[in-house]
Nanobody, 115 residues
């Protein structure tokens, strides 16, 4: 019912920045929450940041102060600005939406932080 398309991943060096985008097929205002998850090889998928319909945000401790989640209602898009990237940030990043009692996932975008 909701399509999510991530973009913006790539290869960067430590200390550099990336901005991920999650474009939604539904209006942002109709989605209860949108979150960014990440999954590194051999590890569990865990929550990185989330933003709720009331505008509240939450962050994984290890990214707090470096990552910022935001939304653009006009574009129905959620962003994850990632600054001061570290090698341990390397993972596939997924966009997830909660909408009308359902959970929807994007395809994921690869972020690699390496010298």
């Amino acid at each position: 019912q909701v399509q999510l398309v991530e973009s913006g991943g790539g290869l960067v060096q430590p200390g550099e920045s990336l901005r991920l985008s999650c474009a939604t097929s539904a209006t942002i205002s109709s989605i209860d929450s949108i979150a960014w998850y990440r999954q590194a090889p051999g590890k569990q998928r865990d929550l990185v940041a989330s933003i709720f319909s009331n505008g509240n945000t939450n962050y994984k401790h290890s990214v707090k102060g470096r990552f910022t989640i935001s939304r653009d209602n006009a574009k129905d898009t959620v962003y994850l600005q990632m600054d001061s990237l570290k090698p341990e940030d390397t993972a596939v990043y997924y966009c997830r939406a909660l909408y009308r009692g359902g959970v929807y996932w994007g395809q994921g975008t690869q972020v690699t932080v390496s010298s």
